[in-house]
């Protein structure tokens, strides 16, 4: 499980590596960066139609504000599923059922913070009219 930076060749910036805290039979479905300090990754299971989502800083350090969230977007007036607290690695994992729906989601580190909405919407999303 890898959990630190990899050094990135083209930009020399450390890019925040997908970490794999999801588990076992969850892959990568899209990310977002939270500027020059890490990387938001959301995941999906097709054995659990579960998405996860996972914030992983750039760098290891001490601990500070961290949040991964994630929420079926048909389900907007429901409490998303939040992790925050102090980390100095990673916040998350977090998980959503939305198998065949559009997904919210995001991350923050310190004051940086990202939101991705209506993203990865499954085959079976209901379509606005």
């Not at 990899?6 to 076992?24: D, F, H, I, L």
Request: glycine content about 14%; charged content about 15%; hydrophobic content about 40%.
């Amino acid at each position: 499980m890898a959990t630190g930076g990899v050094a990135s060749a083209a930009s020399g910036v450390a890019e925040a590596a997908y970490n794999g805290v999801c588990g076992q039979g969850y892959a990568v479905v899209n990310s977002a960066p939270i500027g020059d300090k890490g990387k938001v990754y959301l995941t999906y299971s097709s054995a659990t139609g579960k998405n996860c989502v996972v914030t992983v800083r750039a760098a290891v350090g001490a601990p500070v504000r961290m949040v991964a969230w994630g929420q079926a977007a048909e389900e907007h007036e429901s409490t998303p599923v939040v992790d925050s607290g102090n980390y100095g690695t990673y916040a998350g994992p977090v998980y959503v059922a939305a198998k065949g729906k559009c997904v919210n989601w995001g991350g923050a580190i310190q004051n940086q913070d990202v939101e991705v909405n209506r993203s990865n919407c499954g085959a079976f999303a209901k379509t606005a009219r």
